[in-house]
């Protein structure tokens, strides 16, 4: 079974509205971390957001924030005021257990294209 | 601040030659890892290191070897490329930070990528 899953392949938002990326993940450990990373064209990973499963709060980094459901075992991107420049890949992976660094897992990604 | 610096950018190689990627981190961090991205799929972790002297294999290990005698450098070792080795590659680096709860944050931060074709 896939660790981490990102259904939409592709999106399309209009400039300056909120668009909400998918996540879902299956882990049975009850510590990990949720990740978000962004890759524009030029290829960089950037960092984007995290939230941590004890976490009850849902983390929010400025324009990003993280729709957690743990119940349901989702953890959504949600990028509010859409711009340009957002337009990119954009990866959810999971950090699995307390310490296991071995265990670090990315979705197949999501490519949002922001239209003017 | 450099960050994580990968060299080279790019790379071309013949089926059987050898080769060294490498990576040097200026953040002090005690992690660094290698990851390759596959067209139409997420990074996979390669081999990882929590420390210099100490690495340990991930989920795709076979066909590299890795080092650390450095906090700094963790170079990716290519011993006999292979066309199925044809890939992105990126090193990361990331450190402890308690998050709440007492949960380990260790977020990652990239390099800017090596793309190596295998021919």
């Known amino acids: 079974a896939q660790k981490i899953t990102q259904t939409q392949p592709g999106m399309f938002v209009q400039e300056k509205e909120a668009v909400t990326l998918d996540c879902t993940y299956d882990t049975s450990d009850q510590s990990y971390g949720l990740f978000w990373y962004k890759q524009p064209s030029s290829g960089e990973m950037i960092f984007l957001i995290y939230?941590?499963?004890?976490?009850?709060q849902n983390a929010t980094e400025g324009r990003y924030s993280l729709n957690f459901q743990k119940a349901r075992k989702s953890a959504n991107l949600v990028i509010s005021a859409s711009q340009l420049g957002d337009s990119a890949m954009y990866f959810c992976a999971m950090r699995e257990g307390w310490d296991n660094f071995n265990k670090f897992y990315f979705g197949s990604g999501t490519k949002l294209n922001v239209k003017p | 601040n450099a960050g994580v610096t990968q060299t080279p950018k790019f790379q071309v190689l013949k089926t059987g030659q050898s080769m060294t990627l490498q990576c040097a981190q200026d953040m002090n961090h005690e992690y660094m890892s290698w990851y390759r991205q596959d067209p139409g799929m997420g990074l996979r972790l390669i081999h990882y290191?929590?420390?210099?002297?100490?690495?340990d294999q991930g989920e795709v290990p076979n066909g590299y070897n890795v080092s650390r005698s450095t906090t700094e450098d963790f170079p990716l070792r290519l011993l006999s490329a292979a066309p199925s080795q044809t890939s992105v590659y990126f090193c990361a680096s990331s450190y402890s930070e308690d998050g709440r709860q007492g949960a380990d944050k260790n977020i990652q931060y990239f390099g800017a990528g090596t793309r190596l074709s295998v021919l």
């Open positions: 290191s929590v420390g210099a002297g100490i690495t």
């Open positions: 939230q941590g499963s004890y976490d009850e």
